[in-house]
T-cell receptor, first 114, second 112 residues
Framework: SQTIHQWPATLVQPVGSPLSLECTVE??????LYWYRQAAGRGLQLLFY??????ISSEVPQNLSASRPQDRQFILSSKKLLLSDSGFYLC?????????????FGQGTRLTVV | QQQVKQSPQSLIVQKGGISIINCAYE??????FPWYQQFPGKGPALLIA?????SEKKEGRFTISFNKSAKQFSLHIMDSQPGDSATYFC???????????FGKGTMLLVSP
């Protein structure tokens, strides 16, 4: 069965520090991968998605970037965190060849920028 | 055109009651409509999903009703329980297309 791992679970970082969140998927190959952010208001904001290695689409221009160095690895990064980057970050995946295109989410990373 | 509008933002239901969450969409190309359940501090989990070729889908206490002509769909939770207290998201997508369009979520509280 497929599983998605996301770490760390919680992170407290000072303003201006770098960020690296990692997500890996097991049990599948060539998945679509996504990064979402969920602010305190609950809504899910799509940040980036990737259909393959090195292919990144950005939905919202901001202080973050994403990379996909391997087929099942998706990394969210920032060079200098802002207070507004605080939030709950979720990685998700779905199979590329499936008719049902629902996404499967990781357990999230709670980022607090202080 | 890509929006999915979800209501209400929050909902309080007594134990044993029916919880109803509504969503509406504009893009007629959407052909797959999943619902997600999210508990605090956890990622959303797929709850139930429907395609527009059926008007209703039921899984246990959870039912999706779909009205294609009105471009609306809703989640009904029968015999609501305190353990159902969570945030619920509706979503829509086009089969084979990469991304989901989510509603803004509904916080459900089922009082004991």
């Amino acid at each position: 069965s497929q599983t998605i791992h996301q770490w760390p679970a919680t992170l407290v970082q000072p303003v201006g520090s770098p960020l690296s969140l990692e997500c890996t998927v097991e049990g599948t190959s060539n998945p679509n991968l996504y990064w979402y952010r969920q602010a305190a208001g609950r809504g899910l904001q799509l940040l980036f998605y990737s259909v393959g290695i090195g292919q990144i689409s950005s939905e919202v221009p901001q202080n973050l970037s994403a990379s996909r160095p391997q087929d099942r690895q998706f990394i969210l990064s920032s060079k200098k965190l802002l207070l507004s980057d605080s939030g709950f970050y979720l990685c998700a995946w779905n199979p590329k060849d499936g008719l049902n295109t629902e996404a499967f989410f990781g357990q999230g990373t709670r980022l607090t920028v202080v | 055109q890509q929006q999915v509008k979800q209501s209400p933002q929050s909902l309080i239901v007594q134990k044993g009651g029916i919880s109803i969450i509504n969503c509406a969409y504009e893009n007629t190309a959407f052909d797959y409509f999943p619902w997600y359940q999210q508990f605090p501090g956890k990622g959303p989990a797929l709850l139930i999903a429907i395609r527009p070729d059926v008007s209703e889908k039921k899984e246990g206490r959870f039912t999706i009703s779909f009205n294609k002509s009105a471009k609306q769909f809703s989640l009904h939770i029968m015999d609501s329980q305190p353990g159902d207290s969570a945030t619920y998201f509706c979503a829509a997508t086009i089969s084979g297309y990469s991304t989901l369009t989510f509603g803004k979520g509904t916080m459900l509280l089922v009082s004991p």
